[in-house]
């Protein structure tokens, strides 16, 4: 192959991956991509025969041109009738290509209502109602999800069986565990089988790709914009049930409590497959609300935070460090942790550090003070009363955490020194994901058996 030959297909290769990002916003269509695509290799061949190199002549005509993002940003301005045109009937210039996603959607939606329905009529059957039902609801669910991401992207069969079966396999050891009444690892258990259960939803979604830190930062965009979406369908359908319930007071109050019965569950799964749509279906209007809303909150999180340190390093700790505080503490440390995602999903990895960046150091070098100051006070806790499943399964996420966060605050504080991307801090923060999915999987498959099941 000649070099001109060569040349050619390079700047084919950087253009065709240019032009799917910028088509990735419903504000450009493909006539626009044309358009804009013309002009770019117009200012790259004269690059070009100015004396530079394909590479050089691309990256400096998409310079000139303008940032994808800012070029969209003018088209929606221009255009903006096309974001509000998504969901309308296909007209004959726009052929239907949106019409079979959207069954597919309604079906899988409509498979995930009836197991939930199927799971909970199971369940009032035993007599462990509601512990049996509120431990394996997500089982009846996200399957459902994982099945649909499988369905979407046409996961070969040689991927699908060793998910299914690590499912079904972690399904029966759950349910065979024979947990005391009130157990401490029947608890863990429903806390962190969702989240067991969420790694294999990723392992889905990502489908061969999974192995890419970028892919799997799309799947941390993925669960942000998933969990605003179904909070968004939660509050509508609370809404929703709301005024039924004021509907039916007057004539028919004994078949509230029936009704809710039915619906509620109902909803809330099948709102897990729409939010998993809509997150890929409108991905090109609001793909960066979650990174933006954690933009806002870091600055006010990272104020909370150093408050925070304050208090408990002036007044301690101490004997009041029990359980429920254990969980604030946990879930505090995890919203910084995601933040901290989010944040990073919604900078560019090439761009140098900025106060947003200072700022977010400031959140996590609190967090990792206030993580430390809780495991010293949970270590001499255990030194004093032992060790128990739930002192296990925090000390565990603390440790975590607390690995994470130095980590982070290290990378953070060399990139704000030297000026540099942020390549490196997200390549750590979405290597480090699978640790959370292992850690979960020990507290739901081993912490039963080493406390016997209490």
């Known amino acids: 192959m000649s070099a001109d030959a060569k040349d050619t297909g390079r700047l084919d290769a950087d253009i065709a991956e240019w032009r799917a990002a910028i088509t990735r916003h419903s504000a450009i269509d493909a006539s626009d991509a044309d358009e804009l695509e013309e002009h770019l290799r117009e200012q790259a061949t004269e690059l070009e025969a100015a004396g530079l190199t394909t590479s050089e002549a691309f990256q400096i005509a998409v310079q000139r041109m303008g940032h994808v993002d800012r070029v969209t940003a003018e088209f929606a ?10 969901f309308s009937a296909p007209t004959a210039e726009e052929p239907a290509i949106r019409s079979r996603p959207v069954v597919e ?42 099945a649909y991401f499988a369905w979407q992207r046409r996961m070969p069969r040689r991927r ?11 399904s029966v050891i759950v349910n065979v565990y024979p947990f005391t009444q009130n157990s401490q690892t029947d608890a863990l258990v429903a806390i962190h089988f969702p989240v067991l259960l969420w790694f294999v939803v990723g392992i889905a979604y990502l489908s061969d790709a999974g192995g890419s830190w970028r892919r799997r930062m799309d799947f941390v965009r993925f669960t942000g914009e998933w969990v605003i979406y179904w909070v968004l369908l939660a509050l509508g359908g609370g809404v929703l049930v709301g005024l039924t319930t004021l509907i039916l007071s007057p004539i028919a109050p004994d078949a509230i409590s ?51 340190v304050v208090v408990y390093a002036v007044g301690g700790i101490g004997r009041d460090f029990d359980r429920d505080l254990i969980t ?9 942790f995601g933040l901290v995602l989010y944040a990073l999903s919604a900078r560019e ?3 140098p550090a900025g ?23 949970m270590l001499s806790r255990v030194a004093e009363f032992g060790f128990t499943a739930n002192r296990i399964a925090a000390l565990g996420l603390n440790l975590i955490l607390v690995i994470n966060l130095a980590t982070t605050a290290w990378l953070s504080v060399r990139m704000l020194v030297r000026r540099a991307s942020g390549a490196p801090l997200e390549t750590w923060q979405t290597g480090y994901l699978p640790v959370f999915g292992a850690w979960a999987g020990v507290v739901v498959l081993l912490l039963p058996l080493v406390f016997a099941f209490g």
């Open 77 to 86: 301005r221009e255009h903006g009738e096309r974001l509000w045109k998504q």
């Open 105 to 146: 959607m309604i079906v899988f939606a409509l498979i995930a209502a009836v197991s939930i329905q199927v799971g909970r009529l199971v369940a009032q059957q035993t007599d462990a109602f509601p512990t049996w039902f509120v431990r394996d609801a997500s089982l009846f669910v996200l399957p459902v999800l994982i």
């Open 160 to 170: 699908i069986l060793p998910i299914a079966a690590f499912v079904a396999v972690v």
């Open 258 to 308: 029936p009704v809710l019965m039915w619906v509620l569950p109902s909803g809330a799964a099948g709102a897990v497959i729409v939010a998993a749509w809509l997150v890929e279906a409108k991905k090109g209007v609001i793909e960066n609300l979650a990174p933006v809303l954690a933009a806002v909150f870091t600055p006010l999180f990272a104020a909370m935070l150093l408050v925070a």
């Open 328 to 336: 604030v503490f946990d879930a505090l440390l995890l919203v910084v």
């Open 349 to 351: 990895s090439t761009k």
């Open 355 to 377: 106060a947003l960046d200072v700022l977010r150091l400031v959140a996590i070098a609190a967090a990792l003070i206030l993580d430390i100051l809780v495991l010293v006070s």
